[in-house]
Structures are given as C-alpha cells and as structure tokens.
C-alpha cells in the first residue's frame, strides 16, 4: 500500500502564499502519478495538478498561472507553491497516487490539509 502525508496548509490573507508538501511511503516504486485535488463543501473534489512518472504535468487552466507543482523523486514527495491566494481557493487539499501492480490500478489518498484564505 501507498501511505501519504500532506503539511503546509493554514490561513492566509488574499494575495498570499502557501507551499504544501505531500510525502509518499510504502510501495512507492509502484507509484505512476501523484498531484492535488481539493474539495469545498457542496462541490465535487477537482483536480489542481498532476504528475506522471514522466514527469508531464497538468493544470487545471484557471489556475495554472498560480499554481506551481514540483518532485523530488530522492525524497518521495510532490509541492504544491500556491501563489495570489483568492479566498475561491478555501479548501480541503488533498494528495492523490496512482499506482500499479501487475496491471492493477489503484487510488490513493491523503487525509487533506485545510487552506483558508481570508483576510
């Protein structure tokens, strides 16, 4: 299995910044994708960014001109640099991997880390 861990959230004023860090462990060499997503209350869980073992990566486009996603493969663990922080961007973040096993997809996720974004 796929343990992940989130850390960085927290309050901020809007125009600010935040850099989240998410940390695999476990069966991470089965690991092919790992991003964000986030989650407000009443609305579904949407995607903010991903990356492929490749290392392609994937905004979504209303906020690929603030957000910022990275890798350090030595250490497991994606960031997330959110940048002129809006309180639309007030969520729940939440870590995702994917991984496979003998052409067995699975999910997994992280416990979430709050963002509030308020003056």
């Known amino acids: 299995q796929v343990h992940l861990v989130e850390s960085g959230g927290g309050l901020v004023q809007p125009g600010g910044s935040l850099r989240l860090s998410c940390a695999a462990s476990?069966?991470?060499?089965?690991?092919?994708?790992m991003g964000w997503y986030r989650q407000t209350p009443g609305k579904q869980r949407e995607l903010v960014a991903t990356i492929t073992e490749g290392g392609s990566i994937v905004y979504d486009d209303s906020l690929k001109d603030r957000f910022t996603l990275s890798r350090d493969d030595a250490k497991n663990t994606v960031y997330l640099e959110m940048n002129r922080l809006s309180p639309e961007d007030t969520a729940v973040y939440y870590c995702?991997?994917?991984?496979?096993?003998?052409?067995?997809?699975?999910?997994?996720w992280g416990q979430g880390t709050q963002v509030t974004v308020s003056s």
């Open positions: 476990g069966s991470i060499h089965t690991i092919r994708v």
């Open positions: 995702y991997a994917g991984s496979t096993v003998l052409d067995d997809e699975h999910d997994w």
